[in-house]
């Protein structure tokens, strides 16, 4: 992993965040903003500009990639690169909790 990619992605947006934690499975773009809306309990919206801006900029930095197409949609999955960087976010917002004792 790069410096510039960790300068970029850490601390990571919440947009980011949730892109990169959904496609642990295969999901195309509106799949994601659907269960991002679902876990979130509808407090965290991403609009298709965002979703497909944050995909094309991943995928371009090879956190995602590209798995195949399934009616005109395209299906990406998180990347070994994109799962090292979402595991250091975990542990960043795992150690942010501990450190306010858990409220």
């Known amino acids: 992993m790069t410096d510039r990619l960790k300068r970029v ?6 947009t980011a965040f949730y892109i990169l ?8 773009g509106y799949s994601i903003t659907q ?5 979130t309990d509808g407090e965290v ?11 094309s ?3 371009k930095d090879g956190l995602i ?3 195949r197409e399934e009616d005109k949609r395209k299906l990406y999955r998180i990347t070994e690169l994109g799962n090292e960087i ?11 909790y501990r450190n306010i004792g858990g409220i």
């Not at 934690?21 to 195309?28: D, S």
């Not at 269960?35 to 876990?39: A, C, G, I, L």
């Not at 976010?89 to 150690?95: G, L, T």
């Open 45 to 55: 919206v991403i609009t298709a500009g965002t979703m497909y801006g944050s995909l």
């Open 21 to 28: 934690f959904c496609l642990r499975e295969e999901m195309h």
């Open 9 to 14: 992605y850490i601390p990571m947006s919440e």
């Open 86 to 96: 979402l595991d250091i976010e975990i542990a960043r917002i795992k150690r942010l």
């Open 35 to 39: 269960k991002v809306k679902e876990m």
């Open 65 to 67: 990639s590209f798995i």
């Open 57 to 59: 900029k991943m995928e």
